[in-house]
């Protein structure tokens, strides 16, 4: 099994920046990919960044490509989200998840952290 933990949402203005992790643990070794969703009140939940768990094949929704970025510490086995130039539409819970090696599903879930921007 692995366990997800986030960090690091808040509260910040349109145009701030917040970066978000998401600490991994357990059976590390058996992730093969890793993302982020998020969802808002209201809506279903949304893709929002993705890589592999080895480094590279990052994509990203379009809407927040050029203002986010998902990157990992090797060394600390976490994730992080960096989020800049931030809209009140970015307003959500925002979820770390992984796909094990050999599965096609994101199958690890983390609670999630809240994300609010104001106008």
């Known amino acids: 099994q692995v366990q997800l933990v986030e960090s690091g949402g808040g509260l910040v203005q349109a145009g701030g920046s917040l970066r978000l992790s998401c600490a991994a643990s357990?059976?590390?070794?058996?992730?093969?990919?890793v993302g982020w969703f998020r969802q808002a009140p209201g809506k279903e939940r949304e893709f929002v960044a993705a890589?592999?768990?080895?480094?590279?094949?990052?994509n990203y929704a379009d809407s927040v490509k050029g203002r986010f970025t998902i990157s990992r510490d090797n060394a600390e086995n976490t994730v992080y989200l960096q989020m800049n130039s931030l809209k009140p539409d970015d307003t959500a819970v925002y979820v770390c998840?992984?796909?094990?090696?050999?599965?096609?599903?994101?199958?690890?879930w983390g609670q999630g952290t809240q994300v609010t921007v104001s106008s």
């Open positions: 890589m592999r768990w080895s480094g590279g094949n990052t």
């Open positions: 998840t992984a796909v094990p090696s050999g599965g096609y599903k994101w199958d690890y």
């Open positions: 357990g059976r590390t070794f058996s992730i093969y990919r």
